[in-house]
Structure formats: structure tokens, C-alpha cells
């Protein structure tokens, strides 16, 4: 079947007359081609139509101009609206989005990548610091059972890992504790994380205590003694003896207080302000330690006499049910509160060493109480004392006697601190006398009385508070409990 021909070739194949006459046709048709490719079908159409009509002699020629016409516009069913058809445009196109879209889903694909990377790195990381925080716990609860505990000593398993823990003592009594965590292990350390962090023990008790020298009724009586501290008379600081002055580096509160004790190095006395009368350790606290003690067991038959011979080193404390003597040689170290139903002399004048009751250091950094019912002498180069130095506890020795005695002698006073001895303790006998005399030294502590006689010839006596006693922790026995200082949390790497 031949080929139709193209409106062109129809024109242009007429005679040479007729196609010169029709050369303006064709333009006009070819014309319509071109400014028809935005006009909607039946504008089209009609002016096509038009154009053939208008021209009698292409009548003949009108079937095939429209019919070949449509092979050179393409109708668009969406829009209406005709256009000249472009071979090869739609794969043209598509190439390009394709090309696009390739583009944008590599760069998805390596992000997609990264992130999963990422995201795997960090879990590991949050396992490995999970298993770190599991060793600082576990170093927690150890030291609460064994308070001198320094760490596993290697690596332990946990259920996801390993974790290594070691533990410090610092100068202020706390424990630094360094826990590193490996996730799955050491040998395959997928992720490790070391951190530290400082535990501080939280005591069964704590009380402030504010003064050095504290008289809840009567005068404090300052005879050549130096205090450092500050000093609170409920009435009137006294000095029964001429030319012998004493000092006070810190304030002083009280009715009174006469030209011969002075308050040096930034302190200030304050006459006609006395202090008030309450007691450090009030009867409530006095009654509940005396039970805790008294639930750990008696000690042994009353009276009885501590020398290097004693079975009392260390004790976990407990109750003695009578008068107590510690002689040459003698200690007890104690773990927990003491009850002393009787009298306690503590007596070290003649060797192998000195008499003495201290704190023992599983218990420290907290201290823990002495209740006595009667009186307490100490004498001869006896001691009460903690170890000493920053973050020891103290011990609280209470006495509940009411002896009130005129002079400084021996089973005269309800606590009578005699020469050549030095404590590092708080001392209270609320309803009597505490007598220091003749070179005798609180090393660290303090004094609360009834009544306070400083009395020395000599200027050996004095008296140092500290203030680490303005938040004293005490406790019932060594199960210590420790939580982390705030702040002190650390990651290492």
C-alpha cells in the first residue's frame, strides 16, 4: 500500500500554476500548524477546516490535509490542548529522573549507613558505661559490709561484660572509687568506659557541736589555759587566781569576763551576752545510745580490770555492768557504743604503754559513744582518742554523774582530766564538774559542763576545738553507708 502523502507533498506536487497559487495556502496552514499547538481541539479543528474551505481549488486536497495533519500534531485527552510531537522526549526524561533519583538515594543510603554505624558505636558505649556504674554499686555495697574493702582485685563478669574496680581512702575520710566497664570483654572491647567517683559515709547520727568550751549553768573557770575555739558561759567566765591569763582564739560568750582573759587573733569577747544552757547530747540521745549499746551483750563481770592481759581488743562495744579499770597496757578499741554502768579510770602510769580506749578505723570515719553512769578519771598518760587527723571520727563520752568536786583530784568530778594525758574526744557531763588540770590537752575536741574548771600553773592546759565537730557523724556499729558526693562523678575516658 503506497504512502500518504504530507500536506507539503500534496502542495507542492501540483502543477507549477497552481502550487505558486497555493504556495500562500501552505503557509497559511503550516502557520496554523505552528500557532494551534496551545488552542484547544475544536479551535483547531474549525480553523483548519476554514482554511481548506476558504480555498476551492484544495477541496479536492481537504481529506488528506486533516487526515495528515493529525500525524504531525498529538492531542492531549488530559489538558485539550494539542501539541507538536517530539520523538524520544518521554525516554529523554525519564533518564533524567532517574538519574536524580539515583543521586538522592546514594546519598540516603550513606546517610542510612552512618547513622546505623553510629548508632551501634553509641549502644556499645551506653553498655560499656552501664557495666562501669555496675562496679561503682557493687563497690558500694562492699564497703558497707567490709569497710576497709580496696577493690576486686581484677575483672569481674557481669551479665553483659566485665567491670575492674579499685578503691582509695582520701584525706578526708571519703573513698574514690575508679570502676572501668568492658562490653562483651576485655579481650574483645567492642566499647570500654572508665569512670570515678567519691563515696561519702552517711552516719546513723549527726550532731554540730559549736563550742569549744560550753558551762550549761554555772561559770567556766580559765586559770593559765589556752583555748582555740570559742567559749559559752550561762553565766560568767571566771579567773580564781591573779597573773595567771589565758586566751581565747575565737569569740567568747558570757555575763562576765574579766581583764585577764583575752580573746585574740580575730576574737571577740562578749560580755553581758551569756550563752544558753542546753546540753550537746540531750537525755533522749543519751537514752538511745545507752540501748544500742546494751542490745550488743555484756562484756563481762563487774568490776573488772583491762591490762595488756584484756580480751578487749577490738570490741564491737557492748555493756560492761560495773566499774571499769584500764591499766598499763590495757586498750579497747572500740566498734560501736560503749555502757559503762559503773565508774571508768583509765590509768596508764607505769608501762608497758598507755592505758587507753580509742576508735577503731573499720569504724572511721564516723565515731560512735562512751555512756558512763558514774564518774571517769583519767590520769597518768591515759587517752581517749580516735586516730587523729582530717576525716576521723570522734568519741562522744558522756558521763551522767553529778560529783561536782572543789578541787582537781581523782573520783572528785564527774569527768576529772588529770595531768599528762591528751584526748581527742567531745567530753559532756551535763548535771556536773568537768576539772582539767596540771598539763592536760584536748588535742581535738571539746568540753561541756555544768560547770568547766580550766585550772593549770603550769600554762600546759588548753584546749582545740576543730571544726570538723560542727557536723560530727556517729555510728551504731561498723555497717557504714556510704552515697556519692555530689559533683564528684567523672568520666575518665
Same mark, same amino acid.
Given at each position: 500500500?503506497?504512502?500518504?502523502?504530507?500536506?507539503?507533498?500534496?502542495?507542492?506536487?501540483?502543477?507549477?500554476?497552481?502550487?505558486?497559487?497555493?504556495?500562500?495556502?501552505?503557509?497559511?496552514?503550516?502557520?496554523?500548524?505552528?500557532?494551534?499547538?496551545?488552542?484547544?481541539?475544536?479551535?483547531?479543528?474549525?480553523?483548519?477546516?476554514?482554511?481548506?474551505?476558504?480555498?476551492?481549488?484544495?477541496?479536492?486536497?481537504?481529506?488528506?490535509?486533516?487526515?495528515?495533519?493529525?500525524?504531525?500534531?498529538?492531542?492531549?485527552?488530559?489538558?485539550?490542548?494539542?501539541?507538536?510531537?517530539?520523538?524520544?522526549?518521554?525516554?529523554?526524561?525519564?533518564?533524567?529522573?532517574?538519574?536524580?533519583?539515583?543521586?538522592?538515594?546514594?546519598?540516603?543510603?550513606?546517610?542510612?549507613?552512618?547513622?546505623?554505624?553510629?548508632?551501634?558505636?553509641?549502644?556499645?558505649?551506653?553498655?560499656?558505661?552501664?557495666?562501669? @556504674?555496675?562496679?561503682?554499686?557493687?563497690?558500694?555495697?562492699?564497703?558497707?559490709?567490709?569497710?576497709?574493702?580496696?577493690?576486686?582485685?581484677?575483672?569481674?563478669?557481669?551479665?553483659?561484660?566485665?567491670?575492674?574496680?579499685?578503691?582509695?581512702?582520701?584525706?578526708?575520710?571519703?573513698?574514690?572509687?575508679?570502676?572501668?566497664?568492658?562490653?562483651?570483654?576485655?579481650?574483645?572491647?567492642?566499647?570500654?568506659?572508665?569512670?570515678?567517683?567519691?563515696?561519702?559515709?552517711?552516719?546513723?547520727?549527726?550532731?554540730?557541736?559549736?563550742?569549744?568550751?560550753?558551762?550549761?549553768?554555772?561559770?567556766?573557770?580559765?586559770?593559765?589555759?589556752?583555748?582555740?575555739?570559742?567559749?559559752?558561759?550561762?553565766?560568767?567566765?571566771?579567773?580564781?587566781?591573779?597573773?595567771?591569763?589565758?586566751?581565747?582564739?575565737?569569740?567568747?560568750?558570757?555575763?562576765?569576763?574579766?581583764?585577764?582573759?583575752?580573746?585574740?587573733?580575730?576574737?571577740?569577747?562578749?560580755?553581758?551576752?551569756?550563752?544558753?544552757?542546753?546540753?550537746?547530747?540531750?537525755?533522749?540521745?543519751?537514752?538511745?545510745?545507752?540501748?544500742?549499746?546494751?542490745?550488743?551483750?555484756?562484756?563481762?563481770?563487774?568490776?573488772?580490770?583491762?591490762?595488756?592481759?584484756?580480751?578487749?581488743?577490738?570490741?564491737?562495744?557492748?555493756?560492761?555492768?560495773?566499774?571499769?579499770?584500764?591499766?598499763?597496757?590495757?586498750?579497747?578499741?572500740?566498734?560501736?557504743?560503749?555502757?559503762?554502768?559503773?565508774?571508768?579510770?583509765?590509768?596508764?602510769?607505769?608501762?608497758?604503754?598507755?592505758?587507753?580506749?580509742?576508735?577503731?578505723?573499720?569504724?572511721?570515719?564516723?565515731?560512735?559513744?562512751?555512756?558512763?553512769?558514774?564518774?571517769?578519771?583519767?590520769?597518768?598518760?591515759?587517752?581517749?582518742?580516735?586516730?587523729?587527723?582530717?576525716?576521723?571520727?570522734?568519741?562522744?563520752?558522756?558521763?551522767?554523774?553529778?560529783?561536782?568536786?572543789?578541787?582537781?583530784?581523782?573520783?572528785?568530778?564527774?569527768?576529772?582530766?588529770?595531768?599528762?594525758?591528751?584526748?581527742?574526744?567531745?567530753?559532756?557531763?551535763?548535771?556536773?564538774?568537768?576539772?582539767?588540770?596540771? @598539763?592536760?590537752?584536748?588535742?581535738?575536741?571539746?568540753?561541756?559542763?555544768?560547770?568547766?574548771?580550766?585550772?593549770?600553773?603550769?600554762?600546759?592546759?588548753?584546749?582545740?576545738?576543730?571544726?570538723?565537730?560542727?557536723?560530727?557523724?556517729?555510728?551504731?556499729?561498723?555497717?557504714?553507708?556510704?552515697?556519692?558526693?555530689?559533683?564528684?562523678?567523672?568520666?575518665?575516658?
Amino acid at each position: 500500500m503506497a504512502r500518504s502523502k504530507s500536506p507539503q507533498e500534496l502542495i507542492f506536487s501540483l502543477n507549477p500554476p497552481d502550487s505558486l497559487i497555493c504556495k500562500e495556502c501552505a503557509k497559511l496552514i503550516l502557520m496554523s500548524f505552528i500557532n494551534i499547538q496551545d488552542k484547544p481541539f475544536t479551535s483547531v479543528y474549525t480553523e483548519l477546516k476554514r482554511s481548506v474551505q476558504d480555498k476551492p481549488f484544495l477541496k479536492v486536497l481537504r481529506p488528506e490535509i486533516i487526515s495528515h495533519s493529525k500525524k504531525f500534531i498529538n492531542y492531549d485527552l488530559k489538558t485539550h490542548h494539542w501539541r507538536w510531537k517530539r520523538h524520544g522526549q518521554i525516554l529523554v526524561l525519564t533518564l533524567i529522573i532517574l538519574f536524580f533519583m539515583s543521586a538522592i538515594s546514594l546519598v540516603l543510603f550513606t546517610r542510612v549507613g552512618n547513622y546505623v554505624r553510629f548508632g551501634g558505636r553509641s549502644a556499645n558505649t551506653d553498655k560499656a558505661s552501664a557495666l562501669a @556504674d555496675a562496679g561503682v554499686d557493687y563497690a558500694t555495697w562492699k564497703l558497707t559490709t567490709i569497710p576497709n574493702w580496696n577493690g576486686t582485685g581484677g575483672l569481674m563478669n557481669f551479665a553483659t561484660g566485665q567491670f575492674d574496680v579499685t578503691v582509695s581512702s582520701l584525706p578526708s575520710g571519703n573513698r574514690l572509687v575508679t570502676s572501668t566497664g568492658y562490653y562483651p570483654s576485655s579481650s574483645i572491647k567492642l566499647a570500654a568506659r572508665k569512670v570515678q567517683v567519691e563515696l561519702k559515709p552517711i552516719p546513723d547520727e549527726t550532731f554540730s557541736v559549736n563550742w569549744a568550751v560550753k558551762s550549761l549553768n554555772t561559770d567556766v573557770n580559765l586559770k593559765s589555759t589556752g583555748i582555740t575555739g570559742s567559749v559559752s558561759s550561762h553565766r560568767d567566765i571566771v579567773n580564781p587566781a591573779s597573773g595567771y591569763d589565758s586566751n581565747i582564739v575565737g569569740d567568747a560568750y558570757a555575763g562576765t569576763i574579766p581583764s585577764s582573759v583575752h580573746c585574740v587573733y580575730g576574737g571577740v569577747c562578749h560580755p553581758s551576752s551569756p550563752g544558753d544552757s542546753s546540753p550537746q547530747f540531750t537525755t533522749t540521745d543519751i537514752t538511745n545510745w545507752t540501748d544500742r549499746a546494751d542490745a550488743l551483750g555484756t562484756l563481762a563481770t563487774c568490776p573488772c580490770v583491762i591490762n595488756s592481759n584484756g580480751p578487749y581488743n577490738p570490741t564491737p562495744g557492748g555493756k560492761f555492768p560495773g566499774d571499769v579499770t584500764i591499766g598499763p597496757g590495757g586498750g579497747v578499741s572500740l566498734q560501736g557504743p560503749l555502757h559503762i554502768v559503773g565508774n571508768l579510770v583509765i590509768d596508764g602510769a607505769s608501762a608497758p604503754s598507755p592505758a587507753s580506749i580509742f576508735l577503731d578505723p573499720l569504724i572511721q570515719p564516723e565515731g560512735t559513744f562512751i555512756i558512763v553512769d558514774g564518774f571517769i578519771t583519767l590520769k597518768g598518760g591515759g587517752s581517749i582518742r580516735s586516730n587523729g587527723g582530717s576525716g576521723y571520727g570522734y568519741l562522744a563520752v558522756i558521763s551522767k554523774s553529778t560529783l561536782s568536786g572543789s578541787t582537781c583530784a581523782a573520783n572528785q568530778s564527774a569527768i576529772n582530766i588529770m595531768a599528762g594525758t591528751n584526748h581527742i574526744a567531745v567530753f559532756q557531763a551535763a548535771s556536773g564538774i568537768i576539772w582539767m588540770c596540771n @598539763d592536760a590537752k584536748i588535742l581535738k575536741g571539746a568540753l561541756i559542763a555544768n560547770q568547766v574548771r580550766l585550772d593549770d600553773t603550769t600554762g600546759g592546759n588548753y584546749v582545740t576545738y576543730n571544726p570538723e565537730l560542727k557536723s560530727a557523724g556517729f555510728n551504731y556499729n561498723t555497717t557504714i553507708k556510704w552515697a556519692p558526693n555530689r559533683g564528684s562523678y567523672k568520666i575518665i575516658n
